[in-house]
């Protein structure tokens, strides 16, 4: 069987891409989290922030480290698989990747040795900064990624020149259209399935009883920020979809399944769409709503599909179900948000098994909504890489074959399934032990070999000693 090479490449770097997303998810929120942790325990002397926030640095070196192996694999494709896409938009895309390494990267490199092996070696107040640092390096890398992906979704600043993406404008370039939107989007979804991750861990101690303090310092403080982030969420949601309807029209009409341009549409809950007969199937529909979520007016217009040439529509199956399960979620966390509150409210947060139960299950939903909301802008963005002027099989690599693109294929295939269960294994394997108790040692930096090759990660405070 032959596949065409723009299929393989684009499944090549969705399974690239849809694994490395993960990371940055934890990451940068457990980064301001460990900075938030360190803060606290900076100003307040309290050693319970200390012992929960040295837990969280094991766990996020771990992520830190699979992150950036799997990060690098992605500009590698550029070249390999998307030759003609890196020529024709290396003058845009390039400076702003570079920005990244210049900033981010070194900011994070910089400071992170120091977060991890400095506990006993630099001050207190050097140890936060520190974390501070790497926290905002997390953010500046945010800050340009999502840059030069929103510049391919919504191209600004730029001239065309043989063929060549030229850059006439820095600050349109960066502040297209839709980054604002789509930066303020991720970095709060990153925050918030980081907080579910944080929250279903304080559970999980909880339940077992052990490191039952820290459990529940980790329960109420998530609570706290995602009882604020959540909703905010929502509301950037909803300014987003108005964005992508304005500038990205074909996109929002996949979304949601919409074929013909009209007025009070109603809102579709669920169907099956038919790409070639341009229609639905078994729809449920919620009339006038519709438009009046997508517009903010109960007679708002909404393009349909027929309104853009065939081959100028994206494949309207995956959107349309990917942004429903990102939508669900969104839900089910503003459920168990709410009803967090409200146990808190009648002082029984810390006294119902049940409540324990569904949030330690539901740890994992933030990376669910994460990985559909970007399905759903990835592919409603089809078929363009840049979008409305350059076509994705007019951005593969011309000399590149199908044997070529399966064979890199497998192999990336074969290494992140090693790589990745092995990392959950780690990680899961500290979450099992649990915070340590804590113990106020100074520990004396001895000369020589050290006894472990990654000292500070490796402490584990417990009641009497250090080791």
């Not at 217009?301 to 399960?325: H, S, T």
């Amino acid at each position: 069987m032959d596949f065409d090479p723009v299929f393989l490449s684009r499944l090549q770097f969705a399974w690239v891409i849809g694994w490395h997303i993960l990371l940055p998810a934890i990451t940068v929120g457990l980064a301001a989290f460990i900075a938030m942790l360190e803060g606290l325990n900076f100003f307040t002397g309290k050693d319970i922030y200390l012992r929960i926030s040295t837990f969280w640095i094991k766990i996020f070196s771990i992520a830190f480290g699979m992150g950036v192996v799997t990060g690098v694999v992605m500009p590698f494709q550029f070249g390999t698989n998307w030759s003609r896409f890196s020529d024709a938009t290396a003058n845009v895309l390039s400076p702003l990747f570079a920005y990244e390494g210049l900033t981010a990267f070194f900011l994070e490199a910089a400071f992170l040795g120091v977060l991890l092996f400095g506990r006993q070696l630099v001050p207190r107040w050097a140890h936060f900064v520190a974390a501070l640092m790497v926290a905002l390096g997390t953010l500046l890398s945010s800050f340009w990624i999502l840059s030069a992906n929103s510049w391919m979704q919504t191209p600004a600043g730029y001239e065309i020149i043989d063929g060549r993406f030229f850059p006439t404008d820095w600050f349109k370039v960066v502040f297209n259209p839709s980054f604002p939107y789509r930066l303020a989007h991720t970095v709060v979804a990153f925050f918030v399935t980081t907080g579910f991750v944080v929250m279903g861990v304080g559970a999980y101690l909880m339940r077992r009883g052990r490191s039952v303090e820290e459990g529940q310092t980790m329960l109420s403080m998530t609570l706290w920020l995602l009882t604020v982030l959540v909703p905010l969420q929502m509301f950037i949601g909803d300014q987003h979809g108005l964005n992508t309807r304005e500038h990205q029209p074909a996109k929002l009409a996949a979304i949601e399944a919409r074929w013909e341009t009209a007025r009070q549409v109603p809102l579709t809950l669920f169907a099956i769409p038919d790409d070639k007969a341009e229609r639905n199937l078994f729809a449920i529909d919620l009339p006038w709503l519709g438009s009046l979520v997508l517009t903010h007016e109960l007679d708002g217009e909404v393009k349909g599909l027929k309104d853009f040439p065939a081959d100028q529509r994206p494949p309207v199956a995956i959107p349309f179900f990917a942004f429903r399960i990102m939508v669900g979620c969104g839900i089910l966390m503003l459920g168990l948000v709410l009803v967090g509150g409200w146990l808190r409210w009648r002082s029984r947060l810390d006294a119902s098994p049940a409540f324990l139960a569904i949030t330690q299950i539901a740890a994992p939903i933030g990376f669910v909504a994460v990985i559909a909301g970007w399905i759903t802008t990835e592919v409603g963005r089809q078929p363009w890489t840049v979008y409305g002027l350059l076509r994705t099989a007019d951005s593969v690599t011309p000399s590149l074959t199908s044997f070529d693109v399966t064979l890199s294929l497998i192999g990336y295939v074969a290494v992140y399934l090693i790589i990745y269960p092995a990392g959950l294994f780690l990680m899961l394997r500290i979450v099992r032990k649990g915070p340590a108790i804590a113990a106020e040692i100074d520990v004396e930096i001895e000369g020589g070999r050290p006894g472990a090759p990654v000292r500070a990660g490796a402490v584990e405070l417990r009641e009497g000693e250090v080791r």
